[in-house]
Every structure is written in structure tokens, then in C-alpha cells.
């Protein structure tokens, strides 16, 4: 969960830059599974100086992020998997604090089931824009 004080610098920063690129976006989402429900935010994207990875770490229960300055190289796979299910080829980032490397979840669109709930039917928000 984020506190309000950083929701507050977070809206500063898309007032302040609204009228340049937008790059990365905040979202805010809600999963209900039985009982258990909960709101988290994750971003995807990165902003006119750096890009940036997604990924979720199930060893932390955390979303990670992966980002470098847009003026170098991007960083290269730790290494390549074969899905099984469609025969793509999924690469896998070493993202910092974690000890496996990890696939990366492209956008908000890709984010198909809630990894804390197990929710199908998971709701999101665009919370902020951030460059």
C-alpha cells in the first residue's frame, strides 16, 4: 500500500508534468477471491530519462522493477525459457533484490490474475502518469 504522502508527491509530479510525454503509469488494483480482498498499486513504463521492467517475485510476494537511463544500453536476458502453452520464447531479467530471474509483465493488459488473491476478475485504475 502506498501512503498518502507519496499518493500526494505522486499527483504533484502529474500536475507538474502534465504537459509533457507521459511515459509510466500507476495503477491502482482491487481483487476479491472469497473472503479475501485487497488494493495494491504496480507501475508499468518508464519516463523520458529511463525505462523500466515489471515483474512480480513470488519468493517477496512483491512487484519489482527494473529500471535503467534511457541513454544506455538496455540490460540483456538472464536467460530464455520456452512456454509450453503457446511456444513463445520468454525471457527472464535479474531485477534487483531478487534472486531468480523473472519474466516481465508488459502492461497492465498482461496482468491476468491477481498474484496475492488468485482473482480472475481483478479491477484496474490508472491512479497516476509519471515521466
Known sequence: MTSPRIRAAMLAVFLTLGSQVQAGT????ASAEGNKSMEYEVKFGGGKLFEQLTAFDPKSKKFVYLSWDRNTPAPKPAGTIWDHRSGELIQLYKFPG????????SSIDDLK?????????LK???AAVYD
Open 124 to 126: 484496474a485504475v490508472k
Open 26 to 29: 500507476f495503477y491502482r488494483i
Open 98 to 105: 531478487v534472486d531468480q530471474p523473472l519474466p516481465t509483465i
Open 113 to 121: 490474475v491477481c498474484p496475492f488473491t488468485g482473482d480472475k476478475k
